[in-house]
């Protein structure tokens, strides 16, 4: 089955990246809270590599507590609830993912990783690793997209094959319409085949998705190009994607999801299913 959509986030699981400067995962996650009360789990895993002891491990713990939660201050002051963890993991790619399990939240962000289908094939980036082993709804957040998205892209299988890709679908299509909805931005649908002689009933289409026939769209080719194809020709500065693989069948080219956050240049919204497929 697909992972639940909450009508309403109350919790959100903010991952912080002690590379970076700027921390688009916690602007959105702080744009959310504002907009609907939620409360915010900012986490940050350290790699104690370069700490000789545990004292040295417990003093870089604390600079990047300190950090952070100067990062935050504005936010607190705001009245937005939030805790910070900080932990030191050398898997900090594995410890993200099952903190992220842990945490009890609705939705999990993080910024995403510097994209690119090589770097992908020649290291498994925390993205991916997030992917294929957190059960929650994910939203990689683009570090390069200034402001809040005003066109949002559900990306819908028009031939589910099987239980999974039916849940996963109306996932999709709920998600992005509150998407939407909380954004104040015009939704969109697409879907994309292979071969020939395949019938796209359009006006079905847009009464599964929910929207008029001029908002959905249907292109051939494979699905993560035909995705961002779309995203591209409309200008969405989101993208909502359904994802069934679970740590076993993953491969190293990548699913329709992770290839997606390659190709797409907004941010993307990742619904994983539940069950392994």
């Keep these: 089955m697909a992972a639940p959509v909450p009508s309403q986030v ?25 907009r609907n009360g939620a409360e915010l789990d900012v986490y940050c895993t350290v790699d104690p590599e370069n700490a000789a002891d545990a ?13 952070i939660e100067r990062l935050v201050e504005k936010s607190r002051q705001e009245g937005i609830k939030l805790n910070v963890r900080v932990e030191a993991n050398r898997d ?8 992220a399990n842990e945490s009890g939240a609705d939705l999990v962000i993080k910024t995403a990783s510097p994209r690119g ?3 992908r094939r020649l290291m498994q980036t925390a993205d991916w690793t ?35 890709y039916i849940e996963l679908n109306r996932s999709v299509v709920d998600a ?28 079905k289409f847009a009464d599964e998705c929910r929207l008029p026939r001029n908002r959905v769209h ?26 069934a693989v679970r740590p076993t ?4 080219l990548g699913t329709t999801a992770e290839r997606v956050i390659d190709e797409v240049p907004g941010d993307v919204m990742v619904l994983p299913a539940i069950e392994n497929v």
């Design 10 to 34: 109350r919790k959100i699981f903010v991952i912080i990246d002690p590379r970076r400067l700027v921390q688009a995962a916690l602007e959105k996650g702080e744009w959310i809270a504002r």
């Design 55 to 67: 004292d040295a491990q417990a003093r870089l713990i604390e600079r990047t507590r300190s950090w």
């Design 92 to 99: 900090w790619r594995a410890a993200i993912a099952h903190a």
């Design 117 to 119: 289908p090589l770097r």
């Design 130 to 164: 997030l992917l294929r082993n957190c059960s929650l709804p994910i939203l990689l957040a683009s570090p390069t997209q200034i402001g809040v998205p005003k066109v949002v892209l559900a990306a819908v299988k028009v031939r589910p094959e099987d239980k999974v």
């Design 176 to 203: 992005s319409h509150r998407i939407a909805e909380l954004l104040d931005a015009e939704l969109h649908a697409v879907t994309v085949y292979r071969g020939e002689g395949i019938f796209f009933d359009r006006q």
């Design 218 to 243: 249907a292109v051939e080719g494979s699905p993560y190009e035909g995705i961002a194809e779309v995203a591209a020709q409309i200008g969405a500065g989101a993208v909502v994607v359904g994802s």
């Design 249 to 252: 069948r993953g491969s190293i």
